[in-house]
């Protein structure tokens, strides 16, 4: 079982900035496609963001675009999701998870999840 954990999630103003972290543990990410989602109350998941293995192609919910911005260090075995310019409705559980399908950033085809990740944007 691939084991993933995301963090760097919590409580920001609007217009604020968070960066997240998703980081495996027990196998090495080199080989995944990873994407984030998010899922707001009471709303489906979501997809956010994905990145290609070697990081040379990403994608972005059109939410996003130019907000958001995904990186990968295969070093250090992680992932980040950097959030700028936060508004209200990015409100929600941000998770991350792997994929061996490639180019494709819809979540039935992740297969690994973590926990996810409280991010709370309100004034």
């Known amino acids: 079982q691939l084991q993933l954990v995301e963090s760097g999630g919590g409580l920001v103003q609007p217009g604020g900035s968070l960066r997240l972290s998703c980081a495996a543990s027990?196998?090495?990410?080199?080989?995944?496609?990873i994407g984030w989602f998010r899922q707001a109350p009471g709303k489906e998941r979501e997809g956010v963001s994905c990145?290609?293995?070697?990081?040379?192609?990403?994608m972005y919910a059109d939410s996003v675009k130019g907000r958001f911005t995904i990186s990968r260090d295969n070093a250090k075995n992680t992932v980040y999701l950097q959030m700028n310019s936060l508004k209200p409705e990015d409100t929600g559980v941000y998770y991350c998870?792997?994929?061996?399908?490639?180019?494709?950033?819809?979540?039935?085809?992740?297969?690994?999840w973590g926990p996810g990740t409280q991010v709370t944007v309100s004034s």
């Open positions: 990145i290609s293995i070697r990081g040379s192609s990403t």
């Open positions: 998870a792997t994929s061996q399908v490639l180019g494709l950033c819809v979540s039935r085809f992740f297969t690994s």
């Open positions: 027990a196998f090495t990410l080199d080989y995944y496609t």
